[in-house]
């Protein structure tokens, strides 16, 4: 009986993973499609937001697919923990826990699953299954492998854009003596903290330029 309920969560999480793919993919199910992805990535500072877009919507949709047939299932999960690992990391992990407020408790779930998923195998109701498929387990580790390489070169191209970003929205200039504004950088720097979550930033950089402009 265990073998055939532990389908159900499985099926379940890769239906929806699916289709978070394709709604980065293709725009279905009111999702942004690739255009709106590539520039939300950019924000967060992968780039380029085109390629990495394409990158995690084929990931969630093929890792999605994978886990609801049961077909490849340890390849299937590992994507899917790739891409929830990173999204944990680089969006919900300073919201908290609950969901509500934008947390890991969503992608933490799902996560889980894939990982189970991913230990027990998908169970007899699944393509594995039905065509005998019994994968080595170092074919699950050289995916891990791959998988995890990808996230910390997401992680680290993440980190440079960001730290080049900060290079370049220089602040003052020293200039006869005083100090005078940068005006692209310091209007870079203002929009960019215009950004959810920097708003008080913002406030705090537009009243500085206005103290220096005086």
């Known amino acids: 009986m265990t073998v055939e309920i532990i389908a159900i969560p499985r099926i379940v999480a890769g239906i929806l993973l699916a289709g978070h793919g394709l709604q980065k993919l293709a725009g279905w199910f009111g999702g942004a499609g690739i255009n709106g992805t590539a520039g939300f990535l950019e924000q967060l500072g992968f780039r380029p937001g085109r390629g990495w877009a394409y990158a995690v919507g084929l990931a969630e949709t093929l890792g999605g697919a994978s886990l609801a047939l049961g077909f490849l299932t340890p390849i299937g999960a590992v994507l899917v923990l790739g891409v929830l690992t990173t999204a944990m990391l680089v969006v ?55 998988v995890f390489l990808g996230i910390a070169l997401a992680l680290a191209t993440r980190s440079r854009t960001i730290t080049a970003g900060r290079a370049t929205t220089a602040g003052p200039t020293v200039m006869g003596g005083r100090s005078e504004p940068v005006e692209g950088g310091a209007r870079a720097a203002f929009t960019a903290l215009r950004a959810p979550g920097g708003v008080g930033w913002a406030l705090l950089v537009e009243e500085r330029m206005l103290r220096i402009r005086r």
């Open 92 to 146: 919900h992990a300073s919201k908290g826990l609950w969901n509500h407020n934008g947390g890991i408790e969503y992608p933490f779930v799902l996560g889980t699953i894939a990982l189970t998923t991913a230990i027990a195998g998908p169970g007899r109701f699944s393509v594995d299954a039905a065509l005998g498929l019994d994968l080595p387990v170092w074919v699950g580790w050289l995916a891990a492998g791959i």
